[in-house]
C-alpha cells in the first residue's frame, strides 16, 4: 500500500492550490481517504475525508466552505481542491487510509497508511 500526496507549493492568501493524493497497491474505493495537516510546533489535525461506502465527505469547520475533497475510483487519487488560502493553513498535508464503516470518527490515530506530506505555504 503506497500513498503519494503532491501539489503544495507557496501561494498568497486567497490563493489556490489542488493537492493530490495517489493510491496504489490497494482500491482506492476500499477505504477512506482522508487529508490532514501538521503546522510547525503543532499537532497533526484533520482537514477533511470522503467515505469509501457513500462518497459523503466530511470538512473541518475551518475550512469548511474553502476547501473540497473528491476522488478519481478510475485514477484511483483523491484531491484536495483548496481556494481562499489563508495564512493559517500553512502546513504539511498528508493524505491517509482507514477501513472503518465510514469517515464519522476519523482521525490520525484511527488511520491505517500514510503518504509523505507535502508543504503548504501560505505567505504574501
Known amino acids: 500500500v503506497q500513498l503519494q500526496a503532491s501539489g503544495g507549493g507557496l501561494v498568497q492568501p486567497g490563493g489556490l492550490l489542488r493537492l493530490s493524493c495517489a493510491a496504489s497497491?490497494?482500491?482506492?474505493?476500499?477505504?477512506?481517504i482522508g487529508w490532514f495537516r501538521q503546522a510547525p510546533g503543532k499537532a497533526r489535525e484533520r482537514v477533511s475525508c470522503?467515505?469509501?461506502?457513500?462518497?459523503?465527505?466530511y470538512n473541518e469547520d475551518s475550512v469548511k466552505g474553502r476547501f473540497t475533497i473528491s476522488r478519481d475510483n478510475a485514477e484511483n487519487t483523491v484531491s484536495l481542491q483548496m481556494n481562499s488560502l489563508k495564512p493559517e493553513d500553512t502546513a504539511v498535508y498528508y493524505c491517509?487510509?482507514?477501513?472503518?464503516?465510514?469517515?464519522?470518527?476519523?482521525?490520525?490515530?484511527?488511520?491505517?497508511?500514510w503518504g509523505k506530506g507535502t508543504q503548504v505555504t501560505v505567505s504574501s
Open positions: 497497491g490497494f482500491t482506492s474505493d476500499y477505504y477512506n
Open positions: 470522503i467515505s469509501k461506502r457513500d462518497g459523503r465527505t
Open positions: 491517509a487510509v482507514d477501513r472503518f464503516y465510514d469517515c464519522s470518527g476519523y482521525g490520525p490515530t484511527r488511520m491505517d497508511y
